[in-house]
């Protein structure tokens, strides 16, 4: 009996694995796009893209038997590429080696015991409200890629028109996602995706004349490999960009590490994959990519039932296979990926329902993470607005004293960022 339902939970996992994968394969091509306007060539930035996403994940299964896969963070890379490159001047070189110092300190606050101290002295309530704000930025990005959600003259954003061909394909994914979850069918995802994929071809959203086999430069890559610089070190903006990309990783991974290893019970083994995330960045620097975050569709893997390593085994085998799958996937449209990312957000919205009553202080600053980050499209803004409001208030009202010290350093160094960030043009 244990044995049938071990090799149960390995397929499980392996389709969890494919899950993952499929819902973050899109990440390999935009990634590469906008680190391509940082002056790194397509090919080049797709290649340690794959080998950055495929190494960082196998080390997430082995060292700490979690589903999860890391890749270069959506909108750290923009970051990245129009702010520490395009605006504060630094070469890509140069950011990649700011990149690779802010793995290092990430790891080393990692490996030490400011890391149980940072999630002791964060208020439950408010770790609950970061995963709740996400799962916002996730649908809101999914809406927006189905086309159910468009830009609007009048009120910003309105219904988009629900019988062009590619959003009526994510209605009906997403109905198939929702039927298949709710009668419990295992790999509910993965099927969705396939069936998707295959309406979008009947539909003529997508062809199979998209397929294109033609292979990736591989030599393009060893430009960017150990391209990293490190002759400006000492300067303003070099040190400016560390200190902006290690608040965005480490309260990033935190934040979103924090709802997926209570999804799969593991809340108390937190500082193991926590690590990893912090030698990723390390391992990006060196390979040539933007820093990276352990990524929000893990929790695709982890609603099919992802528990452990051989989910993240699977998903960093077919991160390094991509290299010649990437054709073939490219046949998954916008249309499908967009329900999976909508259905995401959904089930980490729920966690909502596990926020406990507060007073109104908990109440004010909940309220300000979980809208602020989906409305500034970023997920270290929210929960940097709302710790600082937080803190303010419980001052304000004569309760300085229920913040903890660690809390009061944390509101310090989110002002700071705030304020070196407007001096450097990063914040207008």
């Given at each position: 009996?244990?044995q049938?339902l071990?090799?149960?939970?390995i397929?499980t996992?392996?389709?969890a694995?494919?899950?993952?994968f499929?819902?973050?394969v899109?990440?390999?091509m935009t990634?590469?796009l906008?680190?391509s306007d940082a002056g790194?060539s397509?090919d080049a930035?797709?290649?340690?893209t794959?080998f950055t996403?495929?190494?960082?994940t196998?080390?997430?299964g082995?060292?700490?038997?979690?589903?999860?896969?890391v890749?270069?963070g959506m909108?750290?890379?923009?970051?990245?590429?129009?702010?520490?490159?395009n605006?504060?001047?630094?070469?890509?070189?140069?950011?990649l080696g700011?990149?690779?110092v802010s793995?290092?300190i990430?790891?080393?606050?990692?490996s030490t015991?400011l890391t149980p101290i940072?999630?002791k002295?964060?208020?439950?309530?408010l770790?609950?409200?970061?995963t709740?704000g996400v799962g916002?930025?996730?649908l809101?990005?999914?809406l927006?890629?189905?086309?159910?959600?468009?830009?609007?003259?009048n009120?910003?954003?309105g219904l988009?028109?629900?019988?062009?061909?590619e959003t009526?394909?994510s209605?009906?994914t997403?109905?198939i996602?929702l039927?298949?979850?709710?009668?419990n069918v295992?790999?509910?995802?993965?099927?969705?995706?396939?069936?998707?994929s295959?309406?979008s071809?009947?539909?003529?959203v997508t062809?199979?004349?998209?397929?294109?086999?033609?292979?990736?430069n591989m030599?393009?890559?060893k430009d960017?490999?150990?391209?990293?610089?490190?002759?400006?070190?000492?300067?303003?903006?070099?040190?400016?960009?560390?200190?902006?990309i290690?608040i965005?990783i480490?309260?990033?991974?935190?934040?979103?590490l924090y709802g997926?290893?209570e999804?799969i019970g593991?809340?108390e083994e937190f500082q193991?994959?926590?690590?990893?995330a912090?030698?990723?960045n390390?391992?990006?620097?060196?390979?040539g990519?933007?820093?990276?975050?352990?990524?929000?569709?893990?929790?695709?893997?982890?609603?099919a039932?992802?528990?452990?390593?051989i989910?993240a085994?699977t998903s960093?085998?077919?991160f390094?296979?991509?290299?010649?799958?990437?054709p073939?996937l490219?046949?998954i449209?916008?249309?499908?990926i967009s329900?999976?990312?909508i259905f995401?957000?959904i089930?980490?919205?729920q966690?909502?329902?596990?926020?406990?009553?507060?007073?109104?202080i908990d109440t004010i600053?909940?309220?300000?993470?979980?809208?602020?980050?989906?409305?500034?499209y970023?997920?270290?803004n929210g929960i940097a607005?709302?710790?600082?409001?937080?803190?303010l208030l419980?001052?304000?009202?004569g309760?300085?004293k229920?913040i903890s010290?660690?809390?009061?350093?944390?509101?310090?160094l989110f002002i700071l960022?705030f304020?070196?960030?407007?001096?450097?043009?990063?914040?207008?």
């Amino acid at each position: 009996m244990k044995q049938t339902l071990q090799k149960n939970q390995i397929k499980t996992d392996v389709l969890a694995g494919c899950t993952t994968f499929i819902a973050s394969v899109y990440i390999i091509m935009t990634n590469a796009l906008i680190l391509s306007d940082a002056g790194i060539s397509q090919d080049a930035a797709m290649i340690a893209t794959i080998f950055t996403c495929s190494l960082s994940t196998i080390l997430m299964g082995l060292f700490s038997d979690t589903p999860l896969i890391v890749v270069p963070g959506m909108g750290i890379n923009s970051l990245f590429t129009y702010t520490i490159v395009n605006s504060m001047g630094l070469s890509w070189q140069d950011a990649l080696g700011a990149v690779f110092v802010s793995g290092i300190i990430f790891t080393i606050i990692a490996s030490t015991k400011l890391t149980p101290i940072l999630l002791k002295s964060i208020p439950s309530n408010l770790k609950h409200a970061i995963t709740v704000g996400v799962g916002f930025l996730i649908l809101f990005i999914g809406l927006q890629k189905s086309g159910l959600v468009v830009t609007n003259e009048n009120t910003m954003v309105g219904l988009g028109n629900v019988a062009n061909k590619e959003t009526l394909l994510s209605i009906i994914t997403l109905l198939i996602i929702l039927i298949l979850h709710i009668r419990n069918v295992n790999g509910n995802l993965l099927i969705s995706i396939i069936i998707g994929s295959v309406l979008s071809l009947i539909m003529g959203v997508t062809t199979l004349n998209n397929v294109d086999m033609t292979m990736f430069n591989m030599g393009a890559f060893k430009d960017v490999f150990l391209g990293m610089s490190f002759k400006n070190i000492l300067s303003i903006p070099f040190i400016v960009a560390v200190f902006s990309i290690t608040i965005v990783i480490v309260f990033e991974n935190m934040g979103i590490l924090y709802g997926q290893m209570e999804a799969i019970g593991k809340v108390e083994e937190f500082q193991k994959p926590f690590k990893i995330a912090g030698i990723s960045n390390m391992i990006a620097g060196m390979f040539g990519t933007s820093p990276t975050i352990v990524a929000a569709e893990n929790f695709s893997g982890i609603s099919a039932g992802g528990k452990s390593k051989i989910a993240a085994f699977t998903s960093g085998i077919l991160f390094l296979l991509s290299l010649f799958l990437i054709p073939v996937l490219k046949l998954i449209p916008n249309g499908v990926i967009s329900s999976v990312l909508i259905f995401i957000g959904i089930l980490m919205i729920q966690t909502f329902f596990d926020i406990e009553k507060g007073d109104v202080i908990d109440t004010i600053a909940m309220i300000l993470i979980i809208t602020l980050i989906p409305f500034t499209y970023n997920i270290v803004n929210g929960i940097a607005l709302g710790f600082i409001v937080y803190t303010l208030l419980r001052i304000a009202s004569g309760k300085g004293k229920e913040i903890s010290p660690a809390m009061y350093i944390l509101t310090g160094l989110f002002i700071l960022s705030f304020i070196m960030n407007v001096s450097m043009g990063i914040i207008h």
